[in-house]
C-alpha cells in the first residue's frame, strides 16, 4: 500500500520519499513501482516513467520526514505499531499526518500524534494505483483546516475524496460492506458458498462473491477485524471464521478457505442461491444509519459504495430495486 500510495503521488507531480526499517522492503517498493509504471505506459503513452521515478526517493531515517508537507502512515494493522510510528514523525513534523488504516479508529490513533487537529484517516483502497476512491476520515480532534485541505490533496491526485464526517468503525465503505459479509456468513448454513456468491455477482453486481472476497482478502485479516469490531461494539459476528483459521485455512494467500485456490482463481457455478432482499437488508440500514448520524450523505455514501466495491448500482438503489 504505502509504495502504491507513493506512486499515486509521483504521477501526479509531487516529490516523494518511501520509508521503510528495511532496505529490502525499499528495494522491492521501487521494483514495483517501476514495474506498475511500465505496465501503465502500455496502455498510456503519455506516462514518462524515468521523470516519475525522479520524483521519489527512499529513506530508512524518519528524519527525513520533517519537511514534508503530507506525511501518510501505512503500516500494518496493529495499533501499537502504528502508535510507535505516528508518535516518532509527529515529534518530527509539523504538518498533516494521515493514517491508511481501513479499520482502527482515528480518535484512537490521534493519542499518539503531537497535536491531533492535524492528524486524519487517508484511506486508499486496494491498489491505491487503479482505484479511484480515498476516505478522508475525520478524528474528534481533527481540525476544518486539516480536514479541508486533505480532501484537496485527494481531489489533485484525481481521487475521489469521499469525506467521513464523524469517525465511526469501519468508516462508510468497509462498514457496509462488513453488513454484508455478516449476512452472507449468517447463510452458510443454509446455503453453499458458491450459491451466496451467484446472488452477490448476478443479483447485486459485485465483481467478485462475498465469500470468495473474504478468501480473497485473508480469513485471518478478516478475522481480526472482526474482533476488533467487537470490542468497539460493532457486531461483525461470523463464528465460523475463527474456525477456519484454526485449521489454518486462510484462503487465497494457504491455496484454501471457503475454495480451492490451488489452480487459480475460484469459478462460481451455482444457479441459484438465498433471497438478495435479505442478504443486502441489513447493508442498506448500516446506510442509511450513516447518513442519519451526519457521518456522510446520500450522494457521496452512494458514490463510494460503487468505486470501493466495484459495483454499477449504490447500496440504496440495490435496496429499492429489490424493495427495500
Known sequence: MGSGIGQVFAMRGYDVTLFDIKEEALRRAIENIKWSLNKLKEKDSTIDVDEVMKRISVST????SADSY???????????????????????NDSIIASNTSSLPISEL???????ERFLGMHFFNPPVLMKLVEVIRGDH??????????????????????????????VVNRVLFKLFISACSMLSN?????????????????????????????????????????????FNCPVL??????????????????DWSKGKPEVRANRGPDPKILIKDAVEEARWLISQGVVNENELETGIKLGLGLHNGILELGKKFGL
Open 142 to 171: 481533527t481540525s476544518d483546516r486539516w480536514f479541508n485541505q486533505a480532501i484537496e490533496l485527494v481531489r489533485s491526485i484525481n481521487k475521489f475524496p469521499l469525506p467521513v464526517r464523524k469517525d465511526v468503525f469501519g468508516f
Open 242 to 259: 475463527a474456525e477456519m483459521v484454526k485449521q489454518g485455512k486462510l484462503g487465497r494467500k494457504s491455496g484454501k478457505g471457503f475454495y
Open 110 to 116: 490521534s493519542k499518539y500524534v503531537r497535536e491531533p
Open 70 to 92: 503530507l506525511v501518510i502512515e501505512a503500516v500494518f494493522e496493529d495499533i501499537n505499531v502504528k502508535a510507535d510510528v505516528l508518535m516518532k514523525v509527529s515529534k518530527l
Open 191 to 235: 446455503f453453499t458458498p458458491e450459491e451466496i456468491d451467484y446472488v452477490a455477482m448476478n443479483e447485486l453486481g459485485m465483481p467478485l462473491g462475498l465469500i470468495m472476497l473474504l478468501d480473497y482478502t485473508g480469513l485471518d485479516v478478516n478475522y481480526d477485524i472482526s474482533k476488533e469490531a467487537l470490542k468497539r461494539g460493532f457486531d
Open 61 to 64: 531515517s524518519l528524519v527525513d
